[in-house]
Protein backbone atom coordinates (compact mmCIF):
# COMPACT_ATOMS: atom_id res chain seq x y z
CA UNK A 1 0.00 0.00 0.00
CA UNK A 2 1.70 3.22 -1.11
CA UNK A 3 0.67 7.17 -1.17
CA UNK A 4 -0.38 6.88 -4.75
CA UNK A 5 -2.45 3.78 -4.33
CA UNK A 6 -4.35 5.53 -2.31
CA UNK A 7 -4.74 8.50 -3.75
CA UNK A 8 -6.09 6.73 -7.12
CA UNK A 9 -8.12 4.79 -4.19
CA UNK A 10 -9.50 8.31 -3.12
CA UNK A 11 -10.64 9.07 -6.61
CA UNK A 12 -12.20 5.48 -7.49
CA UNK A 13 -14.37 5.36 -4.18
CA UNK A 14 -15.76 9.53 -4.51
CA UNK A 15 -16.02 8.66 -8.23
CA UNK A 16 -18.43 5.77 -6.68
CA UNK A 17 -20.39 8.34 -4.76
CA UNK A 18 -20.36 11.04 -7.59
CA UNK A 19 -22.52 8.57 -9.82
CA UNK A 20 -24.87 7.29 -7.01
CA UNK A 21 -27.76 8.34 -7.78
CA UNK A 22 -30.13 6.99 -5.13
CA UNK A 23 -30.04 6.51 -1.19
CA UNK A 24 -30.23 2.64 -1.68
CA UNK A 25 -26.95 2.62 -3.80
CA UNK A 26 -25.32 5.14 -1.11
CA UNK A 27 -26.67 3.04 1.62
CA UNK A 28 -24.75 -0.09 -0.40
CA UNK A 29 -21.66 2.12 -0.24
CA UNK A 30 -21.45 3.15 3.52
CA UNK A 31 -22.24 -1.03 3.96
CA UNK A 32 -19.02 -2.00 1.83
CA UNK A 33 -16.76 1.10 2.85
CA UNK A 34 -17.75 3.00 5.39
CA UNK A 35 -18.91 0.56 8.58
CA UNK A 36 -16.61 -0.85 10.38
CA UNK A 37 -16.21 -3.99 8.83
CA UNK A 38 -16.17 -1.80 5.47
CA UNK A 39 -12.77 -1.48 3.06
CA UNK A 40 -11.39 1.86 4.39
CA UNK A 41 -11.03 0.25 8.06
CA UNK A 42 -9.28 -2.57 6.46
CA UNK A 43 -7.13 -0.27 4.53
CA UNK A 44 -6.18 0.76 8.74
CA UNK A 45 -6.02 -2.61 9.64
CA UNK A 46 -2.98 -3.12 6.51
CA UNK A 47 -1.60 -0.20 7.87
CA UNK A 48 0.53 -2.18 10.58
CA UNK A 49 1.98 -4.17 7.34
CA UNK A 50 3.69 -1.13 5.51
CA UNK A 51 7.39 -0.08 6.18
CA UNK A 52 8.23 1.60 9.01
CA UNK A 53 9.95 4.45 6.80
CA UNK A 54 6.61 4.96 4.83
CA UNK A 55 4.13 4.53 7.10
CA UNK A 56 3.56 8.16 8.61
CA UNK A 57 3.14 9.30 4.89
CA UNK A 58 0.87 6.22 4.03
CA UNK A 59 -0.76 6.94 7.33
CA UNK A 60 -1.40 10.71 6.28
CA UNK A 61 -2.76 10.05 3.41
CA UNK A 62 -5.06 7.68 4.32
CA UNK A 63 -6.32 9.94 6.76
CA UNK A 64 -6.87 12.14 4.07
CA UNK A 65 -8.52 9.15 1.82
CA UNK A 66 -11.28 8.18 4.51
CA UNK A 67 -11.76 12.14 5.32
CA UNK A 68 -12.30 12.91 1.61
CA UNK A 69 -14.48 9.51 1.34
CA UNK A 70 -16.67 11.00 4.03
CA UNK A 71 -17.56 14.44 3.21
CA UNK A 72 -18.33 13.32 -0.44
CA UNK A 73 -21.05 10.85 1.07
CA UNK A 74 -22.22 13.64 3.47
CA UNK A 75 -22.20 15.50 0.18
CA UNK A 76 -24.40 13.18 -1.55
CA UNK A 77 -26.43 12.29 1.06
CA UNK A 78 -27.70 15.93 1.49
CA UNK A 79 -28.52 16.14 -2.59
CA UNK A 80 -30.16 12.87 -2.72
CA UNK A 81 -32.64 13.52 -0.18
CA UNK A 82 -31.32 11.77 2.95
CA UNK A 83 -30.16 14.80 4.05
CA UNK A 84 -33.77 16.43 3.57
CA UNK A 85 -34.60 13.93 6.77
CA UNK A 86 -31.63 15.65 8.94
CA UNK A 87 -32.71 19.26 8.16
CA UNK A 88 -36.32 18.58 8.84
CA UNK A 89 -35.49 17.01 12.38
CA UNK A 90 -34.41 20.43 13.46
CA UNK A 91 -36.50 22.48 11.58
CA UNK A 92 -40.81 23.36 12.17
CA UNK A 93 -42.75 20.53 10.81
CA UNK A 94 -46.13 22.74 9.85
CA UNK A 95 -47.85 19.13 9.30
CA UNK A 96 -47.42 17.62 12.48
CA UNK A 97 -50.36 17.75 14.88
CA UNK A 98 -50.06 20.59 17.88
CA UNK A 99 -49.21 19.00 21.16
CA UNK A 100 -52.31 18.34 23.25
CA UNK A 101 -52.81 20.41 26.01
CA UNK A 102 -53.21 18.82 29.39
CA UNK A 103 -56.96 18.95 30.09
CA UNK A 104 -56.34 19.19 33.79
CA UNK A 105 -54.33 22.35 33.30
CA UNK A 106 -56.94 25.08 32.49
CA UNK A 107 -60.39 24.03 33.57
CA UNK A 108 -60.32 22.16 36.90
CA UNK A 109 -61.58 22.76 40.15
CA UNK A 110 -59.40 24.74 43.05
CA UNK A 111 -59.37 23.08 46.26
CA UNK A 112 -61.20 25.79 48.51
CA UNK A 113 -64.03 26.46 45.41
CA UNK A 114 -64.32 22.40 45.83
CA UNK A 115 -64.86 22.65 49.62
CA UNK A 116 -67.14 25.61 49.81
CA UNK A 117 -69.10 24.08 46.56
CA UNK A 118 -69.61 20.88 48.66
CA UNK A 119 -71.05 22.88 51.54
CA UNK A 120 -72.94 24.73 49.35
CA UNK A 121 -74.84 22.03 48.07
CA UNK A 122 -75.09 20.22 51.06
CA UNK A 123 -77.11 23.52 52.58
CA UNK A 124 -78.98 23.64 49.13
CA UNK A 125 -80.10 19.95 49.79
CA UNK A 126 -81.53 21.07 53.05
CA UNK A 127 -83.89 23.96 51.48
CA UNK A 128 -81.24 27.10 51.52
CA UNK A 129 -80.95 29.40 48.97
CA UNK A 130 -77.81 31.10 48.15
CA UNK A 131 -77.05 34.75 48.11
CA UNK A 132 -73.94 37.01 47.14
CA UNK A 133 -73.20 40.25 48.40
CA UNK A 134 -70.20 43.07 47.67
CA UNK A 135 -66.68 42.62 48.70
CA UNK A 136 -66.66 46.22 49.35
CA UNK A 137 -68.95 46.76 52.14
CA UNK A 138 -69.70 50.15 54.07
CA UNK A 139 -68.88 50.45 57.60
CA UNK A 140 -72.69 50.14 58.04
CA UNK A 141 -73.71 46.76 57.21
CA UNK A 142 -69.84 45.52 58.03
CA UNK A 143 -70.28 46.69 61.70
CA UNK A 144 -72.96 48.96 63.04
CA UNK A 145 -76.26 47.15 61.72
CA UNK A 146 -74.33 44.00 63.06
CA UNK A 147 -74.25 45.40 66.48
CA UNK A 148 -70.84 46.68 66.97
CA UNK A 149 -70.11 48.77 69.61
CA UNK A 150 -68.32 52.08 68.00
CA UNK A 151 -65.29 50.95 70.01
CA UNK A 152 -65.31 47.49 69.25
CA UNK A 153 -61.98 46.25 68.31
CA UNK A 154 -62.63 44.45 64.89
CA UNK A 155 -63.38 48.08 63.76
CA UNK A 156 -59.98 48.89 64.52
CA UNK A 157 -57.24 49.53 61.47
CA UNK A 158 -55.05 46.55 62.65
CA UNK A 159 -57.98 44.53 61.73
CA UNK A 160 -59.76 45.86 58.52
CA UNK A 161 -58.29 47.36 55.39
CA UNK A 162 -60.09 50.98 54.68
CA UNK A 163 -60.92 52.01 51.32
CA UNK A 164 -61.29 55.61 50.51
CA UNK A 165 -65.06 56.25 49.51
CA UNK A 166 -63.78 58.78 46.99
CA UNK A 167 -61.00 60.63 45.85
CA UNK A 168 -60.50 63.27 47.99
CA UNK A 169 -61.71 61.44 51.26
CA UNK A 170 -59.37 62.72 54.35
CA UNK A 171 -59.33 61.20 57.68
CA UNK A 172 -61.59 62.75 59.80
CA UNK A 173 -64.21 63.50 57.56
CA UNK A 174 -67.70 62.94 58.11
CA UNK A 175 -68.23 60.54 55.77
CA UNK A 176 -67.35 57.03 56.97
CA UNK A 177 -64.48 55.15 55.13
CA UNK A 178 -65.54 51.96 52.65
CA UNK A 179 -64.23 49.14 54.00
CA UNK A 180 -63.17 45.13 52.93
CA UNK A 181 -65.84 43.53 54.34
CA UNK A 182 -64.31 41.66 57.45
CA UNK A 183 -66.71 38.87 57.20
CA UNK A 184 -69.87 37.92 54.97
CA UNK A 185 -72.00 38.94 58.02
CA UNK A 186 -72.83 42.26 56.14
CA UNK A 187 -74.84 39.46 53.58
CA UNK A 188 -77.38 39.18 56.40
CA UNK A 189 -78.08 42.80 56.66
CA UNK A 190 -78.61 43.29 53.04
CA UNK A 191 -80.97 39.84 53.28
CA UNK A 192 -82.82 41.18 56.15
CA UNK A 193 -83.33 44.70 54.66
CA UNK A 194 -84.10 43.54 51.61
CA UNK A 195 -87.86 42.95 53.49
CA UNK A 196 -88.71 39.33 51.86
CA UNK A 197 -89.45 37.00 55.01
CA UNK A 198 -88.74 34.30 55.28
CA UNK A 199 -85.03 33.67 54.84
CA UNK A 200 -83.57 30.47 54.43
CA UNK A 201 -79.97 31.44 52.64
CA UNK A 202 -76.31 30.62 52.94
CA UNK A 203 -73.75 32.99 51.18
CA UNK A 204 -70.33 32.14 50.10
CA UNK A 205 -67.49 34.34 49.91
CA UNK A 206 -64.25 36.02 50.21
CA UNK A 207 -63.60 38.21 53.03
CA UNK A 208 -60.55 40.18 54.21
CA UNK A 209 -58.66 40.89 57.49
CA UNK A 210 -55.23 43.21 58.11
CA UNK A 211 -53.54 40.37 59.90
CA UNK A 212 -49.92 38.95 60.07
CA UNK A 213 -49.88 36.38 56.68
CA UNK A 214 -48.39 33.31 58.21
CA UNK A 215 -48.97 29.43 57.28
CA UNK A 216 -51.74 29.67 58.80
CA UNK A 217 -53.36 33.03 58.55
CA UNK A 218 -53.92 35.14 55.34
CA UNK A 219 -55.52 38.32 54.68
CA UNK A 220 -58.04 37.43 52.12
CA UNK A 221 -59.63 34.14 52.94
CA UNK A 222 -63.32 32.47 52.37
CA UNK A 223 -66.14 31.97 54.75
CA UNK A 224 -69.49 30.35 54.23
CA UNK A 225 -72.32 32.53 56.08
CA UNK A 226 -76.28 30.91 56.89
CA UNK A 227 -79.32 32.62 57.86
CA UNK A 228 -82.27 31.54 58.72
CA UNK A 229 -85.36 34.49 59.44
CA UNK A 230 -89.02 32.98 60.16
CA UNK A 231 -91.46 32.68 62.78
CA UNK A 232 -90.80 30.72 65.68
CA UNK A 233 -87.15 29.70 64.48
CA UNK A 234 -84.70 28.31 67.39
CA UNK A 235 -81.55 26.87 68.85
CA UNK A 236 -83.00 23.40 68.08
CA UNK A 237 -83.47 24.31 64.90
CA UNK A 238 -80.02 25.25 64.50
CA UNK A 239 -78.56 22.39 66.41
CA UNK A 240 -80.21 20.37 63.93
CA UNK A 241 -79.04 21.69 60.53
CA UNK A 242 -75.50 21.73 62.48
CA UNK A 243 -75.86 17.86 63.49
CA UNK A 244 -77.29 17.41 59.62
CA UNK A 245 -74.65 19.32 57.97
CA UNK A 246 -71.67 17.69 60.18
CA UNK A 247 -72.79 13.90 58.99
CA UNK A 248 -72.84 15.21 55.39
CA UNK A 249 -69.62 17.04 55.51
CA UNK A 250 -67.66 15.64 58.10
CA UNK A 251 -69.32 11.84 57.74
CA UNK A 252 -71.77 9.85 59.37
CA UNK A 253 -70.44 8.53 62.42
CA UNK A 254 -69.10 12.67 63.39
CA UNK A 255 -70.78 13.96 66.47
CA UNK A 256 -70.99 17.88 67.32
CA UNK A 257 -70.75 20.10 70.35
CA UNK A 258 -71.81 23.46 71.12
CA UNK A 259 -70.47 25.80 73.07
CA UNK A 260 -71.54 29.34 74.37
CA UNK A 261 -69.54 31.86 72.56
CA UNK A 262 -70.24 35.77 71.96
CA UNK A 263 -70.47 37.65 69.10
CA UNK A 264 -72.34 40.88 68.66
CA UNK A 265 -74.67 40.33 66.33
CA UNK A 266 -75.97 36.82 68.14
CA UNK A 267 -77.65 36.33 71.47
CA UNK A 268 -77.31 33.91 72.34
CA UNK A 269 -74.03 32.91 70.92
CA UNK A 270 -72.39 29.54 70.43
CA UNK A 271 -68.96 27.87 68.95
CA UNK A 272 -69.93 24.48 67.43
CA UNK A 273 -67.68 22.09 67.20
CA UNK A 274 -67.50 18.42 65.40
CA UNK A 275 -65.45 15.08 66.89
CA UNK A 276 -62.19 14.92 65.04
CA UNK A 277 -62.78 12.92 61.98
CA UNK A 278 -59.03 11.58 61.18
CA UNK A 279 -58.84 10.58 65.15
CA UNK A 280 -62.75 10.38 65.48
CA UNK A 281 -62.04 11.73 68.77
CA UNK A 282 -59.17 9.71 70.47
CA UNK A 283 -57.04 12.60 70.04
CA UNK A 284 -54.56 13.48 67.29
CA UNK A 285 -52.22 16.84 66.01
CA UNK A 286 -54.90 17.86 63.75
CA UNK A 287 -57.68 18.25 66.51
CA UNK A 288 -54.72 19.51 68.75
CA UNK A 289 -55.15 16.15 70.86
CA UNK A 290 -58.80 17.66 72.11
CA UNK A 291 -60.61 15.27 70.15
CA UNK A 292 -62.84 18.38 68.37
CA UNK A 293 -62.48 20.73 65.32
CA UNK A 294 -64.39 23.87 65.94
CA UNK A 295 -66.60 24.04 62.45
CA UNK A 296 -68.09 27.14 63.07
CA UNK A 297 -69.62 30.32 64.92
CA UNK A 298 -73.40 31.03 65.26
CA UNK A 299 -76.40 31.95 67.32
CA UNK A 300 -79.80 33.34 67.51
CA UNK A 301 -80.13 36.57 65.37
CA UNK A 302 -79.54 39.76 67.99
CA UNK A 303 -83.14 40.92 68.39
CA UNK A 304 -80.74 44.69 68.27
CA UNK A 305 -80.32 43.43 64.63
CA UNK A 306 -83.36 42.22 63.75
CA UNK A 307 -84.73 45.94 64.96
CA UNK A 308 -82.04 47.60 62.72
CA UNK A 309 -82.77 45.56 59.76
CA UNK A 310 -86.48 46.55 59.70
CA UNK A 311 -87.74 43.48 61.58
CA UNK A 312 -90.17 42.98 64.51
CA UNK A 313 -88.07 40.77 67.15
CA UNK A 314 -91.45 40.03 68.67
CA UNK A 315 -92.99 38.45 66.02
CA UNK A 316 -89.66 36.57 63.77
CA UNK A 317 -86.53 35.01 65.47
CA UNK A 318 -83.47 33.78 63.21
CA UNK A 319 -80.36 31.65 63.79
CA UNK A 320 -76.94 32.55 61.96
CA UNK A 321 -74.12 30.72 61.43
CA UNK A 322 -70.30 31.70 59.56
CA UNK A 323 -67.25 29.12 58.97
CA UNK A 324 -63.96 29.55 57.23
CA UNK A 325 -63.54 27.41 54.29
CA UNK A 326 -59.45 27.59 53.36
CA UNK A 327 -58.88 26.00 57.21
CA UNK A 328 -61.20 23.18 56.66
CA UNK A 329 -59.65 22.53 53.08
CA UNK A 330 -55.99 22.88 54.82
CA UNK A 331 -57.23 19.76 57.07
CA UNK A 332 -58.68 18.04 54.45
CA UNK A 333 -56.40 17.94 52.02
CA UNK A 334 -53.41 17.62 54.46
CA UNK A 335 -52.41 21.16 53.46
CA UNK A 336 -49.71 22.49 55.58
CA UNK A 337 -49.48 26.54 54.69
CA UNK A 338 -52.43 28.38 53.63
CA UNK A 339 -50.45 30.82 51.18
CA UNK A 340 -50.31 27.63 48.87
CA UNK A 341 -53.92 28.05 47.78
CA UNK A 342 -53.74 31.61 46.87
CA UNK A 343 -49.63 31.21 45.34
CA UNK A 344 -51.16 30.03 42.11
CA UNK A 345 -48.22 27.58 41.22
CA UNK A 346 -49.32 24.75 39.02
CA UNK A 347 -47.72 21.82 40.40
CA UNK A 348 -49.73 22.40 43.97
CA UNK A 349 -52.96 23.18 42.17
CA UNK A 350 -52.71 20.17 39.76
CA UNK A 351 -52.74 17.56 42.50
CA UNK A 352 -56.57 18.39 43.08
N1 LIG B 1 -68.76 36.66 61.33
C1 LIG B 1 -68.06 35.78 62.26
C2 LIG B 1 -66.57 35.83 61.98
O1 LIG B 1 -66.18 36.23 60.95
C3 LIG B 1 -68.55 34.36 62.11
C4 LIG B 1 -69.95 34.22 62.59
C5 LIG B 1 -70.24 33.91 63.89
C6 LIG B 1 -71.00 34.38 61.71
C7 LIG B 1 -71.51 33.76 64.35
C8 LIG B 1 -72.32 34.27 62.17
C9 LIG B 1 -72.55 33.95 63.50
O2 LIG B 1 -73.35 34.42 61.37
O3 LIG B 1 -73.82 33.80 63.94
O4 LIG B 1 -65.82 35.43 62.83
Redesign the pocket.
Known amino acids: MTVSDLQARTSELTGVIERASSTQELEEFKLAHLVRKGSIAALFEDLKNVPKDTKPAVGKALNELRKAVEEKFAEKEQSLGGGVKKASQSSIDLTLPSRPIPVSAPGHEHPLISVLNEMVSIFVDMGFSVAYGPEVEDDEHNFTK ?1 NFPADHPARDMQDTFFVKPSADWKVGSDVKPLVLR ?4 PV ?1 VRLMESGKLPIRAVIPGR ?1 YRNEAISARSAACFF ?1 L ?3 VVDKGVSMADLKGVAESFSKQFYGEDSTIRLRP ?1 F ?1 P ?2 EP ?1 IECDVSCYICKGKGCRICKHSGWLEV ?4 M ?1 HPNVLKMCGIDPEIYSG ?6 IDRTAMMRYGVSDIRLFTENDLRFLEQF
Request: proline share 0%.
Open positions: LTHTSQVQEGLSFFTSFGAGVYAFGMG
